[in-house]
């Protein structure tokens, strides 16, 4: 399972002396699928146009404009899930964090065993999200399968049609519940009528993605979002 994790940090030192960490830990740890790293020098470019598709937020406190406490409170109007670890020079700022469920606060200058255990935590808590079974009601009962079995799903008037690698299942419903069911899980909607898993799209060509061997739409006033999404979770 890859890694997404968001830094937010105006000191150039200081950004690189976190993505040696990240590396010295994906190193340690083995990580399967490696790490996708997006760096960020203030906290309104990072909140403009945000996706929920990270996993974890290396969150600086001290930054220029809104501070990374005011940045994590408007963070978790949109995105409850991601594990926010915030860099710090004051440990006084630790009081604060209870109201946005920070999991850790790293004390600069950072150890690598304190950052290595905040990961780990993160990593841990990601790897549950990942494993999380959906529930599926079906006209014939309930279906359960990981998230991450899950292609893409699509809407038609009322129905929701969930295309997963053991086959598709329909349920009522509408598709902004399933979209908030699958908030901070790397899935995005490339058009009205399709929510996509971006792990599984393999390929994008013009307007079109292809899916599973699938191929769907992808419209124009979503374009933009969508590759800005599958760019962050491609990590390139």
Not at 161 to 176: A, I, N, P, V, W
Request: glycine share 6%.
């Amino acid at each position: 399972m890859a890694l997404f994790v968001a830094i937010v940090e105006d000191s150039p030192n200081d950004l690189a002396r976190l993505k040696d960490h990240l590396a010295r830990y994906a190193s340690e740890t083995h990580l399967d699928g490696g790490l996708r790293i997006s760096s960020f020098s203030n906290a309104e470019d990072f909140l403009k146009d945000y996706k929920p598709v990270y996993d974890v937020v290396l969150m600086d406190i001290e930054l220029p404009g809104a501070n990374g406490m005011s940045a994590a409170r408007a963070l978790r109007i949109v995105d409850p899930r991601a594990a926010i670890i915030f860099i710090t020079n004051i440990a006084s700022f630790a009081v604060s964090g209870y109201e946005v469920d920070a999991l850790a606060y790293l004390i600069k200058p950072i150890s690598h065993p304190a950052f290595s255990l905040a990961m780990r935590k993160a990593q841990a808590a990601a790897a549950a999200r990942q494993a999380r079974i959906y529930v599926i009601q079906t006209s014939d009962g309930i279906v359960r399968t990981p998230v991450s079995s899950i292609l893409y799903v699509e809407v038609v008037r009322h129905s929701i049609y969930f295309h997963t690698l053991q086959g598709t299942y329909r349920q009522r419903g509408s598709m902004r519940e399933v979209e908030e069911d699958l908030s901070g899980m790397h899935f995005c909607r490339c058009h009205n009528a399709y929510l996509v898993n971006l792990e599984r799209v393999s390929s994008v060509n013009g307007n079109d993605v292809m899916v599973g061997g699938d191929v769907l739409p992808v419209s124009r006033q979503r374009k933009q979002d969508f590759l800005d999404a599958l760019t962050v979770c491609l990590g390139v």
